[in-house]
């Protein structure tokens, strides 16, 4: 059977308790852009960096074992903006067998986030 749906974009959609609040420390933090906020004040917004988008939305955290993952180009240069930006680093960069290179952080609502790099990638 052949499948005729096509995905351009997946859009991971966390609830947070403020989002102005949060696309701002992503904006400010981490380098990401701001997409668009909705609503005033703002109920849902998005960032991005690069192509990966991420969208937020007006509730309560939902933490657990979850994290988000960047797939990016430069870790090291990610970890030090973080590092200048007071950013809570849970695990510094490291070199993993898997062929990346990684460090975990948290963001201002405790989500976990994660910045990998492919290993020989620069």
């Known amino acids: 059977m052949t499948n005729s749906i096509k995905c351009s974009a997946v ?3 966390l609830a947070v ?3 102005k609040d949060t696309c701002s420390w ?5 380098d990401f852009s701001l997409r668009f906020l909705w609503s005033e004040p703002p109920t849902h ?3 991005v960096l690069g192509e990966a988008c991420i969208h937020f939305w ?3 955290p939902q933490l657990g074992e979850n994290w988000l993952y960047f797939d990016i180009n430069n870790v090291d240069e990610m970890y030090a903006k ?3 930006n007071s950013v ?3 695990k ?3 070199d993993y067998p898997w062929g990346m290179r990684e460090f975990n952080a948290v963001d201002l609502n405790g989500y976990k986030i994660r910045f990998g790099q492919h290993l020989g990638q620069s």
């Open 88 to 90: 809570e680093i849970s």
């Open 58 to 60: 007006q509730g309560t």
């Open 82 to 84: 973080a590092e200048s």
């Open 17 to 19: 308790s403020d989002v």
């Open 11 to 13: 859009y991971p959609t």
């Open 26 to 30: 992503y904006v400010e933090k981490l």
């Open 92 to 94: 510094p960069p490291q």
């Open 45 to 47: 917004g998005a960032i």
